[in-house]
């Protein structure tokens, strides 16, 4: 009998593509201080295999987790939910 997870999915902004079919995507999460119950923003950077690389710093998208790619990578990039509005470099 196989077991299956249902694996976490995230959504997240790309902040950067400089290295082949790998995007560098900023995932935030809302939090409330313990004492002062003031929300902040927490960030955390994640690497993504992007297989197609059709992502550009600004884009959306939505991650799933998967099986280790490489040294960093464990997640990769599902779709594109917007684009982004700026041109990517020339």
């Known amino acids: ?5 249902k694996k976490k999915r995230q959504i997240g902004t790309v ?18 201080h313990p004492l002062f119950e003031k ?3 927490r960030t955390k ?3 993504a295999h992007d297989e197609h690389e059709t992502v550009q710093p600004g884009d959306t998208v ?3 987790e998967t099986r280790p790619i490489s040294k960093l990578k464990r997640w990769r990039v599902v779709k594109v939910l917007r684009r982004s509005t700026v041109e990517g470099e020339i």
């Open 45 to 47: 950077k994640i690497y």
């Open 39 to 41: 929300r902040i923003i």
């Open 15 to 32: 902040l950067r593509r400089k290295t082949r079919k790998t995007a560098v995507v900023q995932i935030a999460r809302l939090i409330r």
């Open 62 to 64: 939505l991650l799933q």
């Open 1 to 5: 009998m196989k077991v299956t997870t």
